[in-house]
């Protein structure tokens, strides 16, 4: 099915829900484990500085580097939108009208709170799929991205210690689930974690159906990468 360009209102609207929900997410206290904010974000400094200059110029110093995957471990495929979740589920756990949304937006706006912000923007690699109600604002995304170990870990520990979250297992997985009500309506966020796999759904998607779709999402990232 062609995929019908999003309306500026929706993006708006999802990445704005975000925003409430990141609000609404405190960090963990003082009391939070170290580990709690993720480290893969900004790399340490090597702890013997290089005493000959590196003949290849440089990038910007102050970028954040591009992690790589885990060594040993290869590069995760991370399917297109409609292999992701077919249209079929899609429509059977949120709406009948849902269509698929063309969308170019960074996947760490649609994150609720920082932890999970940074490990987006840090991810190895993240690709953002929309759907939503024709001539409507009801419409929710799922981010499909591949962590290193260290930032997963990192970033489970982070979730554990804001206390906003409820972990449970969807498909195997660990996940964490949040919903609040804000001005935009009720909104929600799962998170699922498998290996070096994370899904997020976030938007007007709540409970059960929130957590069939980041089912069905792992389920198309684990078919994308069966052997």
């Known amino acids: 099915?062609?995929?019908?360009?999003v309306r500026i209102g929706l993006v708006a609207a999802l990445a704005g829900a975000a925003l409430l929900l990141s609000a609404c997410?405190?960090?963990?206290?003082?009391?939070?484990?170290p580990s709690a904010e993720p480290t893969a974000v900004t790399p340490s400094p090597s702890a013997t500085p290089s005493a000959t200059p590196s003949a290849t110029p440089t990038s910007d110093p102050g970028a954040t580097p591009t992690p790589t995957p885990t060594a040993g471990a290869e590069t995760l495929v991370l399917p297109a939108c409609m292999d992701l979740i077919p249209l079929h589920i899609v429509r059977a756990h949120f709406d009948e009208r849902a269509a698929p949304m063309e969308v170019d937006v960074d996947p760490a706006e649609f994150m609720a709170g920082p932890a999970a912000t940074a490990a987006a923007r840090a991810a190895v690699q993240a690709d953002v799929c929309t759907w939503a109600i024709p001539a409507?604002?009801?419409?929710?995304?799922?981010i499909a991205a591949e962590l290193t170990t260290t930032a997963r870990d990192d970033l489970i520990a982070a979730l554990?210690?804001?206390?906003?979250?409820?972990?449970?297992?969807?498909?195997?997985?660990?996940?964490?689930?949040?919903?609040?009500?804000t001005e935009l309506g009720l909104t929600a966020v799962t998170y699922v974690f498998e290996d070096r796999a994370w899904v997020t759904v976030t938007g007007s998607v709540i409970g059960?159906?929130?957590?069939?779709?980041?089912a069905a999402a792992l389920e198309g990232v684990r078919a994308a990468n069966d052997e």
Do not use: C, H, K, W
């Not at 099915?1 to 360009?5: A, D, P």
């Not at 554990?160 to 009500?181: L, P």
């Open 1 to 5: 099915m062609r995929s019908t360009r």
């Open 25 to 33: 997410v405190p960090e963990p206290g003082p009391s939070a484990s």
């Open 136 to 142: 409507s604002d009801g419409g929710f995304a799922v």
């Open 160 to 181: 554990r210690g804001a206390g906003t979250f409820r972990e449970g297992s969807i498909g195997g997985g660990v996940s964490f689930y949040r919903e609040i009500d």
């Open 208 to 214: 059960d159906a929130s957590n069939q779709l980041a």
